[in-house]
Nanobody, 123 residues
Framework: QVQLVESGGDLVEAGGSLRLSCAAS????????MGWYRQAPGKQRELVAV???????NYADSVKGRFTISRDNAKNTVNLQMNSLKSEDTAVYYC?????????????????WGQGTQVTVSS
């Protein structure tokens, strides 16, 4: 009923830039928080950046000043602009949304995840 689809992952050289996008679709009533997480090989999934429906943002210390999260509430999309990429940014990036949707019988709030998009930064 609800789907998150990411795009924009790619192979890029260190110092380069990428822009990730995520679109939420389905019987969505409202989206509270949207964000990006990442998981590198052998490591746990970690928060990269989140943004509330009011526009408040929070970033991991490792990406502050380099990454910018933004969202379009009308389109149910969230973007992550990544600049000055480093090899340690290499990971699978996952979109996350805390949203309210209509099941057909009632409204329900859940966390949803996208399928992930690979970002590889070569040094």
């Amino acid at each position: 009923q609800v789907q998150l689809v990411e795009s924009g992952g790619d192979l890029v050289e260190a110092g380069g830039s990428l822009r990730l996008s995520c679109a939420a679709s389905g019987n969505i009533f409202s989206i509270n928080r949207m964000g990006w997480y990442r998981q590198a090989p052998g490591k746990q999934r970690e928060l990269v950046a989140v943004i509330t429906n009011g526009g408040d943002t929070n970033y991991a210390d490792s990406v502050k000043g380099r990454f910018t999260i933004s969202r379009d509430n009308a389109k149910n999309t969230v973007n992550l602009q990544m600049n000055s990429l480093k090899s340690e940014d290499t990971a699978v990036y996952y979109c996350n949304a805390n949203l309210m949707y209509y099941t057909g019988r009632y409204y329900r709030t859940d966390d949803y995840w996208g399928q992930g998009t690979q970002v590889t930064v070569s040094s």
